[in-house]
């Protein structure tokens, strides 16, 4: 069974960096592509970042040149590395993958990443 684990969320001031990990763990056939999410109290899941099989990334416009996700796949594990934490960073942040033949989307659990001015 294929699971997804984050770790490296914390409480930071503003300023501050934090790395994020997602371990893949379970057989995996294919790999699609990896994401990182995040969800604020009261607003909606958005995509934060995502990275294709090919290394080709995208950033939301709010963490473009702060945020930056990369992959090992010797490791299979998804990083994010977050500079520069602003206030509005502050959600649950969740690695997703879309995997298999199907390239069905499986989701950790998510960590919370705090920021305080």
């Known amino acids: 069974q294929v699971q997804l684990a984050e770790s490296g969320g914390g409480s930071v001031q503003a300023g501050s960096s934090l790395k994020l990990s997602c371990a893949v763990s379970?057989?995996?056939?294919?790999?699609?592509?990896m994401y990182w999410y995040r969800q604020a109290p009261g607003k909606e899941r958005e995509l934060v970042s995502s990275?294709?099989?090919?290394?080709?990334?995208t950033y939301a416009d709010s963490v473009k040149d702060r945020f930056f996700i990369s992959q090992d796949n010797f490791k299979r594990t998804l990083y994010l590395q977050m500079n520069s934490l602003k206030t509005e960073d502050t959600a649950v942040y969740y690695c997703?993958?879309?995997?298999?033949?199907?390239?069905?989307?499986?989701w950790g659990q998510g960590t919370q990443v705090t920021v305080s001015s």
């Open positions: 990275i294709s099989t090919y290394g080709t990334t």
């Open positions: 997703a993958a879309d995997l298999q033949l199907t390239c069905t989307k499986y």
């Open positions: 379970g057989y995996v056939l294919r790999n699609c592509g």
